[in-house]
C-alpha cells in the first residue's frame, strides 16, 4: 500500500478480536462484501445489512428494543417521531384513501395529516374521539385508518384503544397509536388489539433531550411494509443517534418510574392553588402511574409572561420528556399550526402550561413552581 492508501486504511488492522461489551457504533453508510456471491446472499435474505439507509445494525437495535416492550413482534426505527407517524401511515394508506383521526392530536401530527397527506391524496377527518358515534360516522368506504394517541397533549385524555379496535375489527380498518406519551411501561397498545404503534423516541424512549428519532412497531408483514417506506423516501435514523436512543431506553422504567411519582405528586400538590384555574393529570393509566406530564391553566389574573420568566432553573422548552423538568407553552409551539378555533374548542388556551416532570427531588421541583406561581 502507498502512503494515500494506508492513510484511509489504517483501521483495517485494528481487529482485535476483543469481545465489546456494549454493541460498537456502526458508523458507516454502507457494509462491504467477500465478493458478489456474498453481496447476493444479502438480496436472499441470508445476511441483514447492505447500506445504513436500508438497515443498520444500531438502528435496527433501536426499533427491535422498543418493539420488545411494546409486546410487538418486530420494528423499525426512523429519523423522527413524524417520519415514523409517516412511514406508519404510508404502509396502509394510498392516494384516495381515508383516513379518521382524533381531533386532539400533537399539533406537527395535525400539520402533517391536515397539509402533508392530503398532497399525497390521503383525506382525514379529524374528529371528537370521545364520542364513538362521531368516529364511526366519519368512517368512509374508502378509509382504511382510525388513528389517535394514547394519552393526548396538552389535555392528556387517556385515549379509549379498545373502542377503536372495537371499530376497527366491525369495518376492517387498522388502529395506529401514538404512544409518545404513556410509553410501554404504562400503555402497550398491541396488547389491546392495535395494528401500529409510533414514537417519537426524541422523547421518553431517548429520554435525554440529545437525539431526534422515532420508532414504528407491529407486526412482522407491516413492519417489513413500514421499513420500505423508510428506505423509500429516506428518513432513516443514523447509526449514533440509534446507538443513543438505545443507550437512553435501556433506563426507560427507572427514568418513568421516577418521573411519573414525582408527577403524581407535583398535580396534587398544585390542585387547589390561587394562581392556578385547573390542573390537567390523568387517573387510572396505569398500576404503574400516570404519566409524567402535568398541564395547569394559570389563573386569569396571573401574568403569563411573568410566570414564564420566574422559573429559575426549569427551562422553557419546545419538547419534553427529558429527565430534567421543563416547560413548555403548548399556544406557542406545540399547537402553533392548529388553527384557532381548535385550539379553543380542545380549551388549549394562552395561560395553559405544559410541566414535563423529571427526576430532581419533587420538593425542589414543587419549590420552583410555588417561586414563580407566587
Ligand atoms: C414530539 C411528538 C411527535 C413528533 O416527534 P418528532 O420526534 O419531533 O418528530 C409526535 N407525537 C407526539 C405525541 C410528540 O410528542
Request: charged share 25%; glycine share 8%.
Amino acid at each position: 500500500m502507498r502512503f494515500e492508501t494506508k492513510n484511509v486504511h489504517f483501521q483495517d488492522k485494528l481487529e482485535t478480536g476483543e469481545m465489546s461489551k456494549t454493541k460498537p457504533i456502526y458508523q458507516t453508510s454502507a457494509f462491504s462484501f467477500k465478493d458478489l456471491e456474498d453481496m447476493e446472499n444479502f438480496f436472499q435474505g441470508k445476511k441483514s445489512y447492505l447500506y445504513t439507509r436500508v438497515g443498520n445494525p444500531n438502528t435496527d437495535d433501536l426499533g427491535k428494543g422498543v418493539a420488545d416492550l411494546e409486546g410487538a413482534e418486530n420494528g423499525v426505527a426512523s429519523s423522527s417521531g413524524i417520519s415514523a407517524i409517516l412511514a406508519g401511515v404510508l404502509a396502509v394508506a394510498k392516494a384516495g384513501d381515508h383516513i379518521v383521526a382524533t381531533e386532539d392530536l400533537y399539533g406537527g401530527t395535525y400539520q402533517l395529516m391536515a397539509r402533508e397527506l392530503t398532497d399525497f391524496g390521503i383525506d382525514v377527518s379529524f374528529v371528537d374521539f370521545t364520542k364513538k358515534e362521531e368516529i364511526e360516522g366519519a368512517i368512509q368506504s374508502n378509509t382504511v385508518l382510525i388513528y389517535s394517541e394514547s394519552i393526548t397533549n396538552p389535555s392528556l385524555r387517556v385515549e379509549n384503544i379498545d373502542q377503536m379496535v372495537e371499530l376497527s375489527k366491525k369495518y376492517n380498518l387498522k388502529t395506529m397509536i401514538d404512544n409518545t406519551f404513556a410509553t410501554p411501561y404504562l400503555i402497550r397498545p398491541h396488547e389491546l388489539g392495535a395494528d401500529l404503534v409510533v414514537h417519537s423516541a426524541t422523547k421518553y424512549i431517548g429520554g435525554h433531550s440529545d437525539l431526534s428519532a422515532g420508532v414504528v412497531t407491529g407486526n412482522g408483514a407491516l413492519i417489513k411494509k413500514v421499513r420500505s417506506k423508510i428506505a423509500n423516501l429516506g428518513s432513516n435514523l443514523g447509526p449514533f443517534d440509534g446507538w443513543l436512543g438505545c443507550r437512553g431506553l435501556k433506563t426507560l422504567s427507572l427514568r418513568m418510574e421516577r418521573q411519573c411519582s414525582n408527577a403524581q405528586f407535583l398535580a396534587e400538590s398544585l390542585t387547589d392553588h390561587p394562581n392556578i384555574k385547573k390542573v390537567y393529570y390523568p387517573t387510572n393509566v396505569s398500576e404503574r402511574g400516570n404519566g409524567a406530564i402535568v398541564t395547569i391553566d394559570l389563573a386569569d389574573h396571573v401574568d403569563v409572561h411573568q410566570f414564564f420568566r420566574q422559573l429559575g432553573w426549569i427551562k422553557v422548552v419546545p419538547t419534553l420528556a427529558g429527565v430534567e423538568t421543563s416547560v413548555t407553552h403548548p399556544v406557542g409551539t406545540s399547537h402553533r399550526p392548529v388553527p384557532e378555533d381548535l385550539r379553543e374548542k380542545l380549551g388549549v388556551s394562552f395561560s395553559m402550561v405544559r410541566i414535563s416532570v423529571g427526576i430532581e427531588d419533587k420538593h425542589d421541583i414543587l419549590e420552583e413552581f410555588h417561586k414563580a406561581l407566587k
